[in-house]
């Protein structure tokens, strides 16, 4: 293997600190940062997530609310929720848990939380200030794909980024994270040609697409950087594995640096939405942010 690994997992975990430092200096002034996850229905996998997210929160010194709806509840009923918790002082993050119930319009629902503590970054607000280069919340796994990035590489200016995937939650922001990085940015999808010829044009390439080990390792420019967001459960060999979207094994020959999956973007999703509720607390009660990003 001649790529350096790009280890997540101590990275968030450094993040994890910064922020339980920063809160802990917040209660000397009487703040705690506040974090309400909502959850609909019974996914399993939302559920761990949710509890995970739950679990670190009070790790990290804030305080952490679950708000567990049944799979039937009526969408004005949800919006009521948001609404209460869009105007409680304690609460300075509301996380909507994804996919919500069919019978539910998602973006209305996201759009109903207060931009100021959307630390997904998903509502239209958000999102046009992330667009137009502004002071936006950002959502949590772009946010951590961009730190890994940075800490690895420093100044990210003039290098070709490729992005495969174009979804609103990682390959859109992710997209606009690299444009403010000054990167020259190419999103490509299911329906580019030729993706292998694009892919190897990278100097950092972005896999986002959900599909098990899509990105081949002759698709890897030597030397690149790459971060895989992929997480994928499937039988091999008659276990179950997580893999991600890039062919670890071939890409890792290959390219510089990499992220290994599990223990790469993973980690840091959870970690920057924490980083995101202790940013919307500054803000709310107008104090400076801390530096979150670990740089010396
Ligand atoms: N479901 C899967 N990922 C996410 C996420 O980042 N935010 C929310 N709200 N739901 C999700």
């Keep these: 293997m001649a790529a350096s690994l790009i280890d997540g997992k101590s990275f968030a975990l450094g993040l994890r600190g910064r922020v339980a430092d920063a809160v802990s200096g917040l209660a000397a002034r009487g703040i705690v940062p506040g ?34 709806l049944p799979a039937e509840t009526a969408q004005a009923d949800l919006l009521a929720l948001i609404e209460t918790l869009n105007h409680d002082p304690a609460v300075h993050g509301i996380l ?17 939380i207060d931009p100021a503590k959307d630390v997904d970054g998903f509502t239209i607000g958000n999102v046009g200030l992330l667009g137009t280069g502004q002071r936006a919340m950002v959502p949590c796994t772009p946010l951590g794909c961009i730190m890994l990035l940075k800490d690895r590489l420093g100044d990210l200016s003039g290098l070709n980024a490729v992005v495969v995937g174009r979804s609103n ?6 997209a606009q994270l690299l444009l403010a990085e000054n990167c020259t940015v190419t999103i490509a999808h299911s329906r580019t040609r030729d993706l292998a010829a694009v892919c190897r044009g990278a100097d950092i390439l972005v896999a986002a697409v959900g599909r098990p ?20 459960r499937i039988e091999e060999d008659g276990r ?16 510089g640096a990499i992220t290994p999956v599990p223990g ?3 980690p840091m999703t959870i970690a920057c939405l924490l980083a995101n509720t202790l940013t919307a607390c500054c803000r709310a009660n107008g104090l400076a942010e801390p530096d979150l990003t670990g740089a010396a």
């Design 35 to 68: 974090l309400a996850v909502v959850l609909v229905g019974e996914d399993p996998a939302s559920a761990v997530y949710v509890r995970n997210k739950g679990v670190q929160t009070r790790e990290a010194g804030m305080a952490s609310w679950e708000h567990r």
């Design 96 to 112: 909507v848990q994804l996919p919500l119930p069919g019978h539910m319009d998602a973006e209305a629902v996201i759009n109903a």
């Design 169 to 174: 939650i990682v390959g859109k922001p992710m």
């Design 213 to 232: 080990r899509m990105i081949r390792g002759d698709w890897v420019k030597p030397g690149a950087t790459v971060i895989d967001v992929g997480i994928n």
């Design 264 to 266: 790469g973007v993973g």
């Design 240 to 255: 179950t594995r997580l893999v991600g979207d890039v062919d670890f094994e071939n890409a890792a020959r290959v390219a």
